[in-house]
């Protein structure tokens, strides 16, 4: 409908509708004022979650490869950050560099690829626990902090935060839009029939790998930021690998919207829920309710069955016409 | 620090015995993942449920019955049993035909609601009006420390310790090492003696052709995680009796141990599972003695054993997926 060029399929309004929100976050500083920038702090979370949803779908939604490892990425993000900053690096190429890093540790892990897609999910689940000895010994500490000195000013983090889900989001549907998205497409459709086609699986999959690990460490690098230090226990944290992976799931695996939606909704149970619950932990039972619901009732995820249902109505108005 | 023999063969009964207690925890997760490819991330709570029965019938009902605590394992099998088979009514039949992400995650956020439940109790504040408020209490508070710290289990077990040489075998752990070796075996003879157990394995090996050859799947599948569950109940009931028990691992941190001990012994197999649980726990404290008692001059890190396992079980997986004694699949 809005097809300027820009944005040319079916991802029109969904594509029109995100850069819309990312607009008006951008401007949410102006109007909570400049006293207190500070409460901008608790919705960076929801950035961090974003990013990392989006970077799991990319693997495990387009390409299908289920990656239950991301966690490994994203602690990696947060050591390295920690280095850098402690070396007086500021904090964007701070996290750079910690994506960089991560792309090297997804292009480690290419062996990983000979795995059958059930094998490699679990296979992918204890790569944190092999790093973080070897992250123990090389670094011969196990708390990472931000140095005391750096004060990260809340409206430039907060501003960092959200261009690095902006280019996460819009860098990924470009990428999708392109050959190599189509490569992956087709990858994650049937992989034995790309290779008869002439894709080289091989290749693309480590292109999906290392951009993936990219922006997982990144993510990481900036949370860093947020939570001011970390001990090397993050890599034992599952949390980090599993929920990427379950808010997209919760979306719509492999579509564009399902990440986003999956993180937001994921984030605002666990956090917002917080709030409203005080006192309690109820909110941690109406989090697990949600998920078991929408596991049973909406198995495709939240955008998927939301399609069909649309295009059911459509298909039924059109049908009444006549 | 000299080392002498009796630490050697010390550190090699702990690692034995630890290993036994692995393989009851993990074989209950292979006998469903061999079925139906479902990964139980709730197997960890299972366990976790059974520890805090036999913890409440220790408390509750021993001084009261004078009934051993040991006998509220049967309880913890039978109770898992049930559990099982309303997991699998609930969760699992409606999502397993729908690809791999919808029972993984529906039991994810089974564990999240078991953790909150044996915690907290499923208690629902209701308020008539702004005087009067009732609770609805439908599950009441397993936990007896409410969360605030485990409870060390049954003191007196845990502080019965049985010497032979010189090396101490702490009770509860050879209780459990001896449990694995009595309902393993058991399991097998049931695998493969039996009527129901020949179907599990055949649905196991190819449910397509299982389902030609008569055998009725559904029963099968519901009997494998029935069962998968009961011994993770015993696993459980054990584990009261060895470890002090927090509500907080019912999450998934026992979880990628298992797996490993699983794929090392083969899914097809449960005597290889035993055999990999008891290798997995030699390895970790092997290493883990090596490392920090022998060859302390290089200062290894605190989890070696850890890295050292899954990294055998990430080779292991790339080599021979199929485990050391699992049916080679194609």
């Known amino acids: 409908m809005f097809g300027l060029g820009l944005f040319k399929s079916s991802h029109n309004n969904s594509a029109w509708v995100t850069l819309l929100g990312l607009v008006l976050a951008g401007l949410v500083p102006f109007f909570v004022g400049a006293s207190n920038q500070n409460a901008l702090g608790q919705y960076v979370i929801y950035l961090v979650w974003i990013t990392l949803a989006e970077s799991w779908n990319l693997l495990g939604g387009y390409a299908g490869l289920i990656n239950l490892g991301i966690g490994a990425f994203f602690s990696m993000g947060c050591v390295v950050s920690s280095v850098l900053l402690n070396l007086g690096v500021s904090i964007i190429p701070a996290m750079l560099v910690a994506g960089l890093v991560g792309a090297i540790l997804a292009l480690a892990l290419t062996p990983t690829f000979r795995l059958r897609s059930d094998y490699f999910a679990i296979g992918t689940l204890v790569i944190p626990f092999l790093l973080k000895p070897l992250v123990e010994y090389f670094a011969k500490k196990s708390n990472f902090d931000v140095p005391i000195g750096i004060v990260l000013n809340p409206t430039l983090f907060y501003y960092t935060g959200l261009g690095m889900c902006g280019i996460t989001i819009f860098g990924i549907l470009l990428l999708m839009r392109s050959r190599i998205g189509m490569a992956l497409r087709g990858i994650g459709d049937d992989e034995y029939a790309s290779s008869a086609l002439g894709v080289n699986v091989l290749m693309f999959k480590t292109i999906t790998l290392v951009v993936s690990g990219f922006i997982a460490s990144v993510a990481g690098a900036y949370y860093l930021g947020i939570i001011g230090a970390v001990n090397t226990t993050i890599f034992d944290n599952l949390s980090f690998s599993l929920f990427p992976a379950f808010m997209v799931i919760i979306g719509g695996i492999g579509t564009f919207e399902g990440p986003i939606l999956g993180a937001i909704l994921f984030s605002a149970v666990s956090y917002g829920a917080v709030v409203y619950f005080q006192g309690t932990s109820f909110e941690v039972l109406v989090f697990s309710i949600m998920i078991m619901f929408v596991a049973v009732v909406l198995p495709k995820g939240i955008i998927p069955t939301l399609r069909k249902y649309i295009s059911r109505r459509k298909r039924k108005d059109s049908s009444d016409k006549n | 620090m000299p080392v002498g023999l009796t630490d050697i063969v010390q550190n090699l009964v702990n690692g034995l015995l630890q290993g036994g207690f692995l393989a009851l925890a993990s074989v209950g997760l292979s006998l469903i993942y061999g079925v139906q490819k479902i990964l139980n991330i709730a197997h960890g709570a299972f366990i976790v449920i059974a520890a805090f029965v036999t913890i409440d019938f220790s408390i509750l009902l021993t001084p009261v019955l004078h009934l051993d605590p040991l006998i509220s394992i049967v309880l913890d099998f039978g109770v898992l049993i049930v559990f099982g088979v309303l997991t699998y009514f609930g969760l699992i039949y409606k999502t397993e035909n729908k690809g791999f992400e919808g029972p993984l995650l529906a039991t994810f956020g089974l564990s999240i609601f078991i953790e909150y439940v044996i915690t907290n109790g499923l208690i629902f504040p209701i308020t008539i009006s702004p005087t009067q408020s ?144 008891l290798v997995v726990g030699l390895l970790i404290s092997g290493s883990n003695f090596l490392a920090l008692e022998v060859l302390t001059q290089y200062s290894f890190p605190s989890d070696i054993g850890v890295l050292l396992t899954f990294l055998i079980f990430l080779i292991v997986l790339m080599v021979r997926p199929s485990g050391f004694f699992g049916k080679v699949v194609k």
Not at chain 2, 137 to 151: C, E, K, Q, T
Not at chain 2, 170 to 199: C, D, K, S, V, W
Not at chain 2, 237 to 256: K, M, R
Request: glycine share 12%; charged share 10%.
């Open chain 2, 134 to 277: 009732y609770r609805l209490v439908l599950i009441p508070v397993i936990d007896p420390s409410y969360g605030n710290g485990a409870i060390a289990q049954n003191q007196a077990y845990s502080s019965n310790v049985l010497n032979l040489g010189g090396i101490t075998f702490p009770e509860p752990q050879l209780i459990a090492f001896l449990l694995a070796f009595l309902t393993i075996p058991l399991l097998h003879l049931f695998l493969t003696r039996t009527y129901y157990g020949n179907g599990i394995r055949a649905t196991a090996q190819d449910w397509e052709a299982a389902e030609f050859s008569g055998i009725d799947i559904r029963k099968t599948r519901i009997l494998s995680f029935a069962l998968g569950s009961g011994l993770a109940g015993i696993a459980g009931g054990i584990y009261a009796f060895t470890n002090s028990v927090f509500a907080t691992e019912a999450d998934v941190s026992l979880l990628p141990l298992i797996l490993a001990i699983i794929i090392l012994g083969g899914v097809g197999s449960v005597i290889g599972t035993l055999i990999a649980g």
